[in-house]
Protein backbone atom coordinates (compact mmCIF):
# COMPACT_ATOMS: atom_id res chain seq x y z
CA UNK A 1 0.00 0.00 0.00
CA UNK A 2 1.63 3.13 -1.11
CA UNK A 3 1.39 6.92 0.82
CA UNK A 4 0.77 8.58 -2.80
CA UNK A 5 -2.23 6.34 -5.05
CA UNK A 6 -1.03 6.41 -8.90
CA UNK A 7 -3.12 4.80 -11.50
CA UNK A 8 -1.63 1.40 -12.26
CA UNK A 9 -1.12 2.24 -16.28
CA UNK A 10 -1.74 4.75 -19.12
CA UNK A 11 -1.36 4.34 -22.88
CA UNK A 12 -1.81 6.35 -26.05
CA UNK A 13 -0.54 6.60 -29.66
CA UNK A 14 2.05 8.65 -30.28
CA UNK A 15 1.27 11.97 -30.49
CA UNK A 16 -1.24 12.07 -28.15
CA UNK A 17 -1.11 13.68 -24.68
CA UNK A 18 -1.39 11.68 -21.73
CA UNK A 19 -2.11 12.89 -17.92
CA UNK A 20 -1.08 10.70 -14.99
CA UNK A 21 -2.49 12.07 -11.45
CA UNK A 22 -1.14 11.18 -7.89
CA UNK A 23 -3.17 11.78 -4.92
CA UNK A 24 -1.99 12.53 -1.13
CA UNK A 25 -2.80 14.05 1.87
CA UNK A 26 -2.18 17.42 3.98
CA UNK A 27 1.04 15.49 5.23
CA UNK A 28 2.77 15.41 2.23
CA UNK A 29 1.39 16.77 -1.08
CA UNK A 30 -1.18 19.55 0.92
CA UNK A 31 2.67 20.94 2.34
CA UNK A 32 5.49 19.94 0.74
CA UNK A 33 6.47 19.93 -2.99
CA UNK A 34 6.13 16.64 -5.57
CA UNK A 35 8.34 15.24 -7.54
CA UNK A 36 7.40 12.91 -10.99
CA UNK A 37 10.53 10.14 -11.81
CA UNK A 38 10.95 8.18 -14.95
CA UNK A 39 12.03 4.67 -14.95
CA UNK A 40 13.03 3.28 -18.27
CA UNK A 41 13.47 -0.71 -18.07
CA UNK A 42 16.46 -1.96 -16.47
CA UNK A 43 17.33 1.74 -15.33
CA UNK A 44 17.59 3.87 -12.10
CA UNK A 45 14.94 6.46 -11.43
CA UNK A 46 15.78 9.94 -12.72
CA UNK A 47 14.48 13.25 -12.43
CA UNK A 48 11.59 14.27 -14.67
CA UNK A 49 10.27 17.25 -12.93
CA UNK A 50 10.92 18.92 -9.64
CA UNK A 51 9.27 21.36 -6.98
CA UNK A 52 5.46 20.51 -8.64
CA UNK A 53 6.57 21.64 -12.42
CA UNK A 54 10.31 22.78 -12.90
CA UNK A 55 12.36 20.66 -15.26
CA UNK A 56 15.88 19.50 -14.77
CA UNK A 57 17.99 20.16 -17.85
CA UNK A 58 17.61 17.85 -20.72
CA UNK A 59 14.01 17.10 -19.94
CA UNK A 60 11.61 17.45 -22.96
CA UNK A 61 9.09 20.32 -22.67
CA UNK A 62 6.29 17.88 -23.51
CA UNK A 63 6.79 17.28 -19.63
CA UNK A 64 4.81 19.33 -17.72
CA UNK A 65 3.65 19.11 -14.10
CA UNK A 66 1.42 20.49 -11.90
CA UNK A 67 -0.21 20.60 -8.02
CA UNK A 68 -3.33 21.95 -6.37
CA UNK A 69 -4.12 21.01 -3.26
CA UNK A 70 -3.20 17.18 -1.89
CA UNK A 71 -3.30 16.10 -5.51
CA UNK A 72 -0.85 16.71 -8.52
CA UNK A 73 -0.50 15.70 -11.92
CA UNK A 74 2.00 14.59 -14.49
CA UNK A 75 1.35 15.54 -18.41
CA UNK A 76 2.68 14.08 -21.32
CA UNK A 77 1.66 16.14 -24.40
CA UNK A 78 3.08 14.80 -27.82
CA UNK A 79 3.69 11.30 -26.17
CA UNK A 80 6.73 9.16 -28.23
CA UNK A 81 7.51 6.07 -28.61
CA UNK A 82 10.59 6.77 -25.80
CA UNK A 83 8.28 7.77 -23.74
CA UNK A 84 7.33 4.14 -22.65
CA UNK A 85 8.31 3.88 -18.82
CA UNK A 86 7.08 3.94 -15.48
CA UNK A 87 6.64 7.14 -13.72
CA UNK A 88 6.51 7.55 -9.84
CA UNK A 89 5.37 10.64 -8.17
CA UNK A 90 7.32 11.15 -4.79
CA UNK A 91 6.95 14.02 -2.15
CA UNK A 92 8.55 14.78 1.03
CA UNK A 93 5.75 13.17 4.13
CA UNK A 94 5.67 15.07 7.51
CA UNK A 95 4.15 12.04 9.05
CA UNK A 96 7.12 9.19 8.02
CA UNK A 97 9.60 12.69 8.41
CA UNK A 98 10.82 10.58 5.22
CA UNK A 99 9.76 10.47 1.47
CA UNK A 100 6.87 9.23 -0.06
CA UNK A 101 6.35 7.37 -3.36
CA UNK A 102 3.16 6.75 -5.15
CA UNK A 103 2.85 2.95 -6.54
CA UNK A 104 3.98 4.09 -9.57
CA UNK A 105 1.77 4.14 -13.08
CA UNK A 106 3.18 2.27 -16.16
CA UNK A 107 2.96 4.43 -19.96
CA UNK A 108 2.66 2.11 -22.68
CA UNK A 109 2.74 3.35 -26.32
CA UNK A 110 -0.57 2.07 -28.29
CA UNK B 1 29.02 15.91 -10.88
CA UNK B 2 27.88 13.93 -7.50
CA UNK B 3 28.02 10.06 -8.56
CA UNK B 4 26.60 7.55 -5.66
CA UNK B 5 27.87 3.55 -5.92
CA UNK B 6 26.35 1.11 -4.34
CA UNK B 7 28.60 -1.61 -3.18
CA UNK B 8 27.91 -5.30 -1.05
CA UNK B 9 26.94 -9.36 -1.60
CA UNK B 10 24.53 -9.64 -4.50
CA UNK B 11 23.16 -12.95 -2.42
CA UNK B 12 22.55 -13.32 1.15
CA UNK B 13 21.23 -16.23 2.96
CA UNK B 14 17.61 -16.18 4.49
CA UNK B 15 18.00 -14.72 8.61
CA UNK B 16 21.08 -13.69 7.75
CA UNK B 17 21.76 -9.49 7.69
CA UNK B 18 22.24 -7.65 4.36
CA UNK B 19 24.76 -5.04 4.36
CA UNK B 20 25.23 -2.92 1.43
CA UNK B 21 27.44 0.50 1.39
CA UNK B 22 27.04 3.66 -0.87
CA UNK B 23 30.12 5.77 -1.55
CA UNK B 24 29.34 9.54 -2.82
CA UNK B 25 31.93 11.21 -4.59
CA UNK B 26 32.11 14.55 -6.54
CA UNK B 27 30.33 16.85 -3.56
CA UNK B 28 30.34 17.29 -0.03
CA UNK B 29 28.47 14.83 2.24
CA UNK B 30 26.87 17.42 4.54
CA UNK B 31 23.82 18.88 4.43
CA UNK B 32 21.96 16.29 3.06
CA UNK B 33 19.99 13.57 3.64
CA UNK B 34 21.82 9.79 2.81
CA UNK B 35 18.87 7.80 1.33
CA UNK B 36 18.11 4.20 0.97
CA UNK B 37 15.48 3.00 -1.49
CA UNK B 38 14.63 -0.72 -2.89
CA UNK B 39 12.76 -2.31 -5.75
CA UNK B 40 11.40 -5.70 -5.30
CA UNK B 41 11.27 -7.81 -9.10
CA UNK B 42 8.80 -6.28 -10.78
CA UNK B 43 7.06 -3.67 -8.27
CA UNK B 44 7.59 0.06 -7.29
CA UNK B 45 9.81 2.02 -4.91
CA UNK B 46 10.25 1.83 -1.17
CA UNK B 47 11.89 3.99 1.21
CA UNK B 48 13.91 2.45 3.42
CA UNK B 49 15.24 5.36 5.55
CA UNK B 50 17.85 8.15 5.82
CA UNK B 51 20.94 9.57 7.58
CA UNK B 52 21.57 12.82 7.70
CA UNK B 53 25.39 14.00 7.81
CA UNK B 54 25.02 14.16 11.56
CA UNK B 55 23.78 10.81 12.17
CA UNK B 56 20.21 11.27 12.49
CA UNK B 57 18.17 8.76 11.12
CA UNK B 58 14.66 7.95 10.00
CA UNK B 59 13.08 4.93 8.96
CA UNK B 60 10.48 3.46 7.35
CA UNK B 61 7.82 2.21 10.14
CA UNK B 62 7.74 -1.25 7.74
CA UNK B 63 11.20 -1.61 8.61
CA UNK B 64 11.59 -0.15 11.71
CA UNK B 65 12.86 -2.98 13.91
CA UNK B 66 15.27 -4.89 11.20
CA UNK B 67 16.91 -1.51 9.71
CA UNK B 68 20.25 0.09 10.79
CA UNK B 69 21.43 3.12 8.40
CA UNK B 70 25.05 5.17 9.62
CA UNK B 71 27.40 7.77 7.74
CA UNK B 72 30.81 7.75 7.87
CA UNK B 73 31.68 11.34 7.13
CA UNK B 74 35.51 11.34 6.76
CA UNK B 75 35.20 8.46 3.89
CA UNK B 76 31.75 10.02 2.22
CA UNK B 77 29.93 6.67 2.49
CA UNK B 78 26.96 5.51 4.23
CA UNK B 79 25.67 2.32 4.82
CA UNK B 80 22.45 -0.10 5.29
CA UNK B 81 21.95 -2.86 6.92
CA UNK B 82 18.36 -4.97 7.33
CA UNK B 83 18.89 -8.14 9.53
CA UNK B 84 16.46 -11.58 9.57
CA UNK B 85 16.51 -11.01 5.97
CA UNK B 86 13.82 -13.10 4.00
CA UNK B 87 12.85 -13.78 0.69
CA UNK B 88 10.64 -10.88 0.55
CA UNK B 89 14.29 -8.77 0.99
CA UNK B 90 14.99 -9.60 -2.60
CA UNK B 91 15.02 -6.25 -4.48
CA UNK B 92 17.63 -4.14 -6.08
CA UNK B 93 18.50 -1.18 -3.44
CA UNK B 94 19.28 2.13 -4.35
CA UNK B 95 20.98 4.81 -2.42
CA UNK B 96 20.21 8.46 -3.05
CA UNK B 97 20.43 11.88 -2.05
CA UNK B 98 17.66 13.83 -0.64
CA UNK B 99 17.15 17.10 -0.14
CA UNK B 100 15.08 18.12 3.36
CA UNK B 101 11.34 18.43 2.40
CA UNK B 102 12.26 18.60 -1.54
CA UNK B 103 13.69 16.13 -3.96
CA UNK B 104 16.09 12.98 -4.48
CA UNK B 105 18.05 14.47 -6.75
CA UNK B 106 21.05 12.22 -7.50
CA UNK B 107 20.78 8.07 -7.30
CA UNK B 108 23.34 5.28 -7.60
CA UNK B 109 22.17 2.92 -10.45
CA UNK B 110 21.13 0.65 -7.35
CA UNK B 111 22.42 -3.12 -6.76
CA UNK B 112 20.68 -6.27 -6.76
CA UNK B 113 20.09 -8.29 -3.29
CA UNK B 114 18.97 -11.57 -3.65
CA UNK B 115 17.69 -13.70 -0.60
CA UNK B 116 16.79 -17.16 -1.79
CA UNK B 117 13.57 -18.85 -0.28
Known amino acids: QSVLTQPPSASGTPGQRVTISCSGS????????VNWYQQLPGAAPKVLIY???HRPSGVPDRFSGSKSGTSASLVISRLQSEDEADYYC???????????FGGGTKVSIL | QVQLQESGPGLVKPSETLSLTCTVSGGSISSFYWSWIRQPPGKGLEWIGHVYYSANTFYNPSLKSRVTISVDTSKSVFSLKVNSVTAADTAVYYC???????????WGQGTLVTVPS
Open chain 1, 51 to 53: SNN
Open chain 1, 90 to 100: VGWDDSLNGWA
Open chain 1, 26 to 33: NSNIGTHT
Open chain 2, 96 to 106: ARGVYGDRLDY
